[in-house]
């Protein structure tokens, strides 16, 4: 079992910028995926940002390009999103994911073995 630690949610207003982490509590394998996942209330679980770890692939939503950035730090073993120009429209409880197994990254939430708690970000108009 994998636990994830996230941290950087919190309030902002329209235009600014947070940065969320998630620490995996132990290593398991140089290569595998991570990635970020929202949601907001009465919405489904949607993925925003993947990145294969040792491959260095990203896949980012449509709706988040030119504003997210999806980074790692391969001596904590930790994934970052850099969320900058943050809309309202941002507003949701965001979670990270891993996948182990895999050798490449999915944006099916059925893909992935382990889930962080959730982080919430609330952006203000």
């Known amino acids: 079992q994998v636990q994830l630690l996230e941290a950087g949610g919190g309030s902002v207003q329209a235009g600014g910028s947070l940065r969320l982490s998630c620490a995996a509590s132990?290593?398991?394998?140089?290569?595998?995926?991570m990635g970020w996942f929202r949601q907001a209330p009465g919405k489904e679980r949607e993925a925003v940002a993947t990145i294969y770890v040792g491959g260095g692939s990203t896949y980012y939503a449509d709706s988040v390009k030119g504003r997210f950035n999806i980074s790692q730090d391969n001596a904590k073993d930790t994934v970052y999103l850099q969320m900058n120009s943050l809309k309202p429209e941002d507003t949701a409880m965001y979670y990270c994911?891993?996948?182990?197994?895999?050798?490449?990254?999915?944006?099916?939430?059925?893909?992935?073995?382990?889930w962080g708690q959730g982080t919430q970000v609330t952006v203000s108009a």
């Open positions: 994911a891993a996948e182990y197994s895999g050798r490449y990254c999915s944006i099916s939430r059925s893909w992935y073995d382990n």
């Open positions: 132990v290593f398991i394998a140089s290569r595998h995926c």
